[in-house]
């Protein structure tokens, strides 16, 4: 790839629009009573309906239809009354029937909509369709990858399992609005508890269509479709890629071919799959066996009426109700279990949140990473950890003590008053003893008390560090501070 490209000139611009695959958390799959249960072994989750052998009758999942309707609601959609399932004829390894079943021109939803925060600006992405549809198997590749492998093994546990499939509209315009949108769509679907979105085990996969066209043309350039797509940075790369790929081609005057690429990872590029198949490829036709899909709206309304407090709102309710900046909101609200695990801690400190969500997203979420660990993992209860900041208030503890003790509370899950007893962390109030360590630091470290008394404030800080270094982070860092300028700075 050349350093200098015509995707550097600003004369060009992208357009992109996401086909996100969202696997269903339901126990059984879409037609039939087969397991959903992840990893199970190869081909043990599999029956006569989900391999569409002869003489079998699919029965539709009707939580699978009722997760659709609560995800259509979310995504600000319009829920349809009458809608059918169709046959997607395609020959693939991973299909045994040689056909999908799947919503064509009557889908379950349409027009909708997600507000996303992107490079500081909020854009409305809307939705063009949602609609339901059974998922293939699963082509396990032996090199890992499709390019190069000289044979694939197919396990058909995947056919039948419940997806719904999100189409976006091309309003997206950059590679890090993409992955904004998908964060976001991620984090709404979490919220309504219709699927876990674990990329790395398949539920949440994404195919990405994107076309440069000259910058400010209302003109659709020819679009490309990017697979095998299986993290959000994989998609943002690719895009990038992609775009700058199309770009080259427009500035030296080359026509861009519809078809499909693969991502390759390893090589950081896309390479070409197949040619684009288009709608009349797929020779559509309404599935003989299942009747229309009729939702009546006191159905919908019902569906309505479990919809949780979603993202975005509750992100608005942080900032007004607890007075926390907008960033502290946005970060405390991507997940619904760190969102109630916020307000739990809040509600049982009942002092000032922001001390909370400090703690949430600082130290907390510092051993989250570090460890790998999810929230609902954690081992520090919401109450404990107000009772920790508790004793940092009342001065049992320190604040660098306090660090300690959280880290502890983290790993064993015990209770702070528990960790400060056996582990004699008790700040030092006694301010007698305090004075005479002061004296003692200051005798040890004569230049740096020359350096205060010649007004070198910058030395204070050194000689504070030392006290809490001889007490092991136990002295009050303020206390010492007051009692060294006292002796060093009389008057």
Same mark, same amino acid.
């Given at each position: 790839m050349p350093e200098k490209t015509g995707a550097d000139a600003p004369? =060009? $611009?992208p357009v992109i629009g996401l086909e996100v695959h969202v696997e269903l958390s339901t126990k059984s799959k879409l037609f039939c009573g087969c397991s959903t249960a992840f990893n199970a072994p190869p081909n043990s989750q599999t029956c006569p309906v989900c391999l569409g052998? #002869? &003489? @079998? *009758? #699919? /029965?539709l999942n009707r939580t699978a239809v009722e997760f659709g309707i609560r995800t259509a609601l979310a995504l600000n959609c319009q829920v349809a009354g009458f809608s059918k399932f169709d046959r997607k004829n395609y020959f693939y390894p991973d299909l045994p029937k040689n056909y999908q079943i799947s919503q064509y021109d009557l889908p379950l939803a349409t027009c909708g909509h997600v507000e996303v925060c992107a490079d500081g600006l909020r854009r409305r992405v809307r939705i063009k369709r949602v609609h339901v549809e059974e998922d293939a198997g699963k082509s396990v590749h032996e090199s890992g990858t499709i390019t190069g492998s000289r044979f694939s093994l197919e396990d058909y546990n995947r056919t039948g399992v419940p997806l719904l499939e999100i189409v976006s509209e091309p309003d997206i315009t950059s590679p890090s609005e993409a992955y904004a949108y998908l964060s976001t769509l991620k984090s709404i679907l979490r919220y309504l508890d219709v699927s876990d979105c674990k990329m790395e085990e398949g539920s949440l996969r994404c195919d990405a269509n994107i076309s440069v066209r000259p910058k400010g043309s209302c003109v659709l350039g020819t679009p490309v479709e990017l697979k095998n797509l299986n993290s959000f940075r994989a998609v943002e790369k690719a895009l990038a890629y992609e775009y700058r790929r199309q770009a080259e081609a427009l500035a030296r005057g080359e026509r861009i071919e519809r078809e499909t690429r693969h991502w390759d990872e390893s090589r950081q590029v896309t390479v070409v799959m197949r040619r684009k198949e288009e709608a009349d490829d797929y020779r559509y036709f309404p599935d003989p066996d299942l009747v229309p899909l009729q939702i009546d709206e006191e159905w919908v309304e019902a569906v309505r009426g479990t919809l949780p407090e979603l #993202? &975005? !709102?509750r992100r608005e309710r942080f900032a007004r109700e607890y007075g926390i900046p907008e960033y502290d909101a946005a970060i405390l609200t991507e997940s619904k279990d760190l969102a109630d695990y916020f307000e739990a801690a809040v509600e049982a400190y009942g002092k000032d949140a922001k001390t909370v969500s400090n703690w949430v997203m600082g130290e907390l979420a510092r051993l989250m990473n570090a460890t790998d660990t999810e929230i609902r993992r954690v081992r520090v209860a919401p109450c404990a950890l107000a009772a920790m900041l508790r004793m940092m208030d009342d001065g049992t503890i320190s604040g660098?003590?306090?660090?300690? /003790? =959280?880290e502890e509370m983290f790993c064993t899950g015990k209770e702070p008053e528990r960790i @400060?007893? $056996?582990? &004699? *962390? /008790?700040q030092i109030a006694d301010e007698d003893e305090l004075a005479r360590i002061? !004296? $003692? @630091? @200051?005798?040890e470290n004569r230049d740096a008390a020359d350096g205060v008394r010649a007004g070198n404030d910058r030395a204070i800080g050194f000689l504070v560090g030392q006290v809490m270094k001889k007490t092991h982070g136990r002295a009050n860092p303020q206390a010492v501070n007051r009692l060294l300028r006292e002796r060093l700075l009389p008057g």
């Amino acid at each position: 790839m050349p350093e200098k490209t015509g995707a550097d000139a600003p004369q =060009f $611009e992208p357009v992109i629009g996401l086909e996100v695959h969202v696997e269903l958390s339901t126990k059984s799959k879409l037609f039939c009573g087969c397991s959903t249960a992840f990893n199970a072994p190869p081909n043990s989750q599999t029956c006569p309906v989900c391999l569409g052998l #002869p &003489g @079998v *009758l #699919p /029965v539709l999942n009707r939580t699978a239809v009722e997760f659709g309707i609560r995800t259509a609601l979310a995504l600000n959609c319009q829920v349809a009354g009458f809608s059918k399932f169709d046959r997607k004829n395609y020959f693939y390894p991973d299909l045994p029937k040689n056909y999908q079943i799947s919503q064509y021109d009557l889908p379950l939803a349409t027009c909708g909509h997600v507000e996303v925060c992107a490079d500081g600006l909020r854009r409305r992405v809307r939705i063009k369709r949602v609609h339901v549809e059974e998922d293939a198997g699963k082509s396990v590749h032996e090199s890992g990858t499709i390019t190069g492998s000289r044979f694939s093994l197919e396990d058909y546990n995947r056919t039948g399992v419940p997806l719904l499939e999100i189409v976006s509209e091309p309003d997206i315009t950059s590679p890090s609005e993409a992955y904004a949108y998908l964060s976001t769509l991620k984090s709404i679907l979490r919220y309504l508890d219709v699927s876990d979105c674990k990329m790395e085990e398949g539920s949440l996969r994404c195919d990405a269509n994107i076309s440069v066209r000259p910058k400010g043309s209302c003109v659709l350039g020819t679009p490309v479709e990017l697979k095998n797509l299986n993290s959000f940075r994989a998609v943002e790369k690719a895009l990038a890629y992609e775009y700058r790929r199309q770009a080259e081609a427009l500035a030296r005057g080359e026509r861009i071919e519809r078809e499909t690429r693969h991502w390759d990872e390893s090589r950081q590029v896309t390479v070409v799959m197949r040619r684009k198949e288009e709608a009349d490829d797929y020779r559509y036709f309404p599935d003989p066996d299942l009747v229309p899909l009729q939702i009546d709206e006191e159905w919908v309304e019902a569906v309505r009426g479990t919809l949780p407090e979603l #993202p &975005g !709102d509750r992100r608005e309710r942080f900032a007004r109700e607890y007075g926390i900046p907008e960033y502290d909101a946005a970060i405390l609200t991507e997940s619904k279990d760190l969102a109630d695990y916020f307000e739990a801690a809040v509600e049982a400190y009942g002092k000032d949140a922001k001390t909370v969500s400090n703690w949430v997203m600082g130290e907390l979420a510092r051993l989250m990473n570090a460890t790998d660990t999810e929230i609902r993992r954690v081992r520090v209860a919401p109450c404990a950890l107000a009772a920790m900041l508790r004793m940092m208030d009342d001065g049992t503890i320190s604040g660098k003590i306090a660090k300690t /003790v =959280f880290e502890e509370m983290f790993c064993t899950g015990k209770e702070p008053e528990r960790i @400060v007893t $056996e582990r &004699g *962390l /008790v700040q030092i109030a006694d301010e007698d003893e305090l004075a005479r360590i002061v !004296d $003692e @630091v @200051v005798a040890e470290n004569r230049d740096a008390a020359d350096g205060v008394r010649a007004g070198n404030d910058r030395a204070i800080g050194f000689l504070v560090g030392q006290v809490m270094k001889k007490t092991h982070g136990r002295a009050n860092p303020q206390a010492v501070n007051r009692l060294l300028r006292e002796r060093l700075l009389p008057g």
